[in-house]
């Protein structure tokens, strides 16, 4: 039974932490700011992904030239809804059969500036599956930016103790209690090419 006590205690323990660490960072993305986090893939760097002066910052962290597109995380198909003009029958269909992470990249995107879009206004964009992550952009009401936690042209870093404290020392937050990332490996991408998904990674 005492044993049985100190469980509970923990689990009570580590969700209020993480409650306190949403509730910071629900205010730090609501100021344009930039956080260090956990994804169904490997750790990312984010923002609020309609807000463009925390996106350019997110790319002079990376050293990463402004202009090039991002990917961007939803929790859901009815916030993706609300960022693309259309979603085709056959991709609604396909997005509840992926296994693995997948990033779709969509055309005609809308309500994102446009320094965070490719040709053809398109966007890179994934249904993310983290309970932390998916319940912070649930409760932020936006897409968030994500991308790896390097700089531009060096290796994605595959846990956290490989993120460069150069890195982390320009994030204004680091989210606790996830050190660890199950799936170390960037997500499948896929684009939307003639009423077919084309793979690209």
Not at 55 to 80: C, H, T
Not at 161 to 181: A, W
Request: charged share 20%; aromatic share 10%.
């Amino acid at each position: 039974m005492k044993n049985n006590n100190y469980f509970y205690a923990f689990v009570l323990l580590y969700w209020v932490l993480m409650s306190i660490d949403l509730q910071n960072i629900l205010n730090i993305l609501e100021q344009g700011g930039v956080i260090l986090y956990p994804t169904d893939t490997v750790w990312g760097i984010g923002c609020d992904a309609t807000n463009v002066e925390a996106i350019a910052r997110v790319n002079a962290i990376k050293n990463r030239q402004q202009g090039q597109p991002l990917i961007v995380l939803v929790d859901s198909i009815e916030m993706l809804q609300n960022f693309v003009e259309e979603i085709p029958v056959f991709v609604l269909e396909k997005l509840k059969t992926f296994q693995n992470p997948t990033t779709i990249i969509y055309p005609n995107a809308k309500n994102f500036h446009g320094m965070l879009l490719g040709n053809n206004r398109s966007i890179g964009i994934r249904i993310v599956n983290h309970p932390f992550t998916t319940a912070m952009i649930t409760q932020f009401g936006k897409p968030v930016v994500s991308t790896s936690a390097n700089f531009s042209g060096q290796l994605t870093p595959k846990r956290f103790d490989e993120i460069l404290p150069e890195i982390i020392s320009q994030m204004d937050f680091v989210v606790s209690g996830y050190h660890d990332v199950e799936n170390t490996k960037p997500s499948d991408i896929y684009k939307i090419t003639d009423r077919v998904l084309e793979r690209i990674r």
